[in-house]
């Protein structure tokens, strides 16, 4: 056995033992979550959105859910930027329904279907019926695909027919929401059908990912579908995937040689290679045995490996670069002194397309993370200096703006520099105290 070998058993041994990695595997096996198994078709995902909208199913949440929807569909409706015609029945609606009056309203009547008696190639994915506050709710969910104008036009011209046909539904006000997981909010006014159509991502889903997480700490364990669904839609992050996307982080870090070998044992049929084996293979029996750790270790590599590059290339901080599985978030060292509750402007970086050799950087600002108003609004008018768009939505406290989409790694690191040096110019040559 040559020296490399050696050294790599070595280092396998310490793996296998480090407590991180029989944390790591220890958390992945409690994990019962459906989805860890099962791969969501479109209409599956309009199936799993017509559980979790209708308040009398068993998910424990009640109406909160779909007020969630109706609430974050209000305010994207009233931004001037959606596209709505204001003359349309989706714009009419959400001007008589404020966030305020969905807030303090019931929607315990409320009901989804999936037919309402079109055609299938008539019907939308999923309706939400309210027959106690009178309103349709047309769902037009895509997971992968883009929406169509002709077809989005096609089913509201469809749904309104229907509802002037019908003597029940004559007076109910129609709504109609385009949802895509991979919608950029800041560009909704140019999608199909956006004078009709409200075209949202999947961002809604936050507030009920929490919840959720509450209602499961309470021990209702139908929760966990809620929270499992909703965590793989957003950005929002349940803590033990957090503990396990940082334990594998580190393990990366600790085990860079040991685990690209470990990973390339559990390669296609594993099984079969075991079984094949005429020697004693302590590597594969340990990535058959704990397939669920090895599979969140190959997820993780290609972020984890992105993190080293760019912390090399660019030497940023450490604590000022963190990682989930498909995504990193990075803090300007130049917003050093206005660090307050979390990071009130970053970076993120994540995946184009579900490519993982091209990457979307979006610049971030938050004013709920900033020690107070006047810092935060400071900061707002710097980055309005570099980016326009930031000053759009000026009641939004909360903003995201697309930098760069579908680059190489190479691009987005040279483009991070170029944000993070804009910043610390545009930060000395703004005076806080006229901010």
């Known amino acids: 056995m040559n020296v490399k070998n050696i050294a790599l058993k070595e280092s396998f041994e310490g793996l296998v033992t480090d407590p991180r990695l029989v944390q790591l595997c ?30 009398r199913e068993g998910h424990g949440q009640g109406e909160e859910i779909l007020r969630d929807l109706l609430i974050h569909a209000s305010i994207a409706a009233r931004d001037s930027e959606s596209g709505l015609d204001g003359r349309g029945t989706t ?17 315990g009547s409320a009901f989804t279907a999936r037919e309402l008696g079109m055609k299938s190639e008539e019907r939308v994915d999923l309706f939400v019926i309210d027959s106690q506050n009178k309103f349709i709710l047309a769902i037009e969910n895509k997971a992968g695909t883009r929406h169509n104008e002709a077809q989005l036009e096609r089913y509201k011209n469809h749904l309104s027919d229907v509802v002037s046909a019908n003597s029940r539904l004559s007076d109910y006000s129609q ?33 009920s990912a929490q919840r959720a997480l509450l209602h499961v700490n309470r ?52 099984e079969k290679d075991w079984l094949a084996s005429k020697r004693d293979d302590a590597a594969l029996l340990f990535a ?44 300007p060292a130049s917003c050093e002194a206005f660090l307050g509750y979390d990071w009130p402007v970053y970076l993120t970086l994540n995946y184009h397309d579900n490519s993982t050799a091209k990457y979307n950087l979006t610049l971030c600002w938050n004013a709920e993370c900033a020690n107070n ?15 326009s768009t930031f000053e759009k939505r000026s009641e939004s406290r909360v903003r995201r703006v697309n930098i760069v989409s579908g680059k190489s790694l190479t691009e987005v690191i040279q483009k991070i520099s170029d944000v993070s040096k804009g910043i610390e110019e545009a930060l000395a040559s703004f005076d806080l105290e006229s901010a």
């Open 26 to 55: 220890d958390v992945q096996r409690t994990g019962d979550e459906f989805l860890d198994v099962v791969r969501l078709l479109e209409n599956q995902h309009s199936d799993v959105l017509a559980w979790l909208l209708d308040p």
């Open 91 to 107: 714009a009419r609606f959400f001007k008589n329904w404020p966030p305020s009056r969905i807030r303090t309203t019931g929607f």
């Open 175 to 207: 709504v109609y929401i385009a949802l895509d997981r991979n919608s950029n909010e800041e560009y909704l006014g140019y999608e199909p059908g956006s004078s009709h159509w409200l075209h949202m991502g999947y961002s809604w889903l936050k507030p």
């Open 219 to 270: 021990g209702n364990s139908a929760a966990k579908m809620v929270m499992a669904y909703c965590n793989r839609q957003t950005d929002w992050e349940d803590p033990d995937d957090a503990l396990c996307n940082r334990l594998c982080a580190e393990l990366h870090h600790s085990y860079p040689e040991t685990i690209k070998q470990l990973l390339l044992t559990n390669q296609g049929r594993a």
């Open 288 to 331: 058959l045995q704990n397939k669920s750790a090895i599979d969140l270790l190959r997820a993780t590599r290609g972020m984890a490996s992105v993190k080293s590059e760019i912390i090399h290339k660019l030497k940023i901080r450490k604590e000022y670069i963190s990682s989930k599985r498909t995504r990193l978030y990075i803090f």
């Open 373 to 387: 108003d006047t810092e935060a609004e400071h900061l707002r008018k710097v980055l309005t200096s570099l980016y």
